[in-house]
């Protein structure tokens, strides 16, 4: 079992940043693929951004590209996301997610077994 635990959420003017974390109590981290998936009110949640277990392959939405960055810790068993130039439309529930390392479905909500409770973010216009 795999418990996930995010942190880093608030409220952010456009343009602002905020870096989210995601801390995992397993001692075998470093095995998992790592994503981070966001859900909008009244939207379906989607899939903002996937890092390998191995640390060698990430993964972006087009929405997301260029502004965040996904990057995990292994000897802290954390993942952060690291959210830049935030735009209103980023406002989300953002959660974290762990599944079996080497997957191909790292950006659909399938490839993963464990999810966080998410962490609220606002970005206001």
């Known amino acids: 079992q795999v418990q996930l635990v995010e942190s880093g959420g608030g409220l952010v003017q456009a343009g602002g940043s905020l870096r989210l974390s995601c801390a995992a109590s397993?001692?075998?981290?470093?095995?998992?693929?790592m994503g981070w998936f966001r859900q909008a009110p009244g939207k379906e949640r989607e899939f903002v951004a996937a890092?390998?277990?191995?640390?060698?392959?990430?993964s972006y939405a087009d929405s997301v590209r260029g502004r965040f960055t996904i990057s995990r810790d292994n000897a802290k068993s954390t993942v952060y996301l690291q959210m830049n130039s935030l735009k209103p439309e980023d406002t989300a529930v953002y959660y974290c997610?762990?599944?079996?390392?080497?997957?191909?479905?790292?950006?659909?909500?399938?490839?993963?077994?464990?999810w966080g409770q998410g962490t609220q973010v606002t970005v206001s216009s």
């Open positions: 397993v001692r075998t981290f470093s095995s998992y693929d």
């Open positions: 997610a762990a599944g079996p390392g080497g997957g191909s479905s790292h950006r659909r909500q399938m490839g993963y077994d464990y």
């Open positions: 890092i390998s277990w191995s640390s060698g392959i990430t």
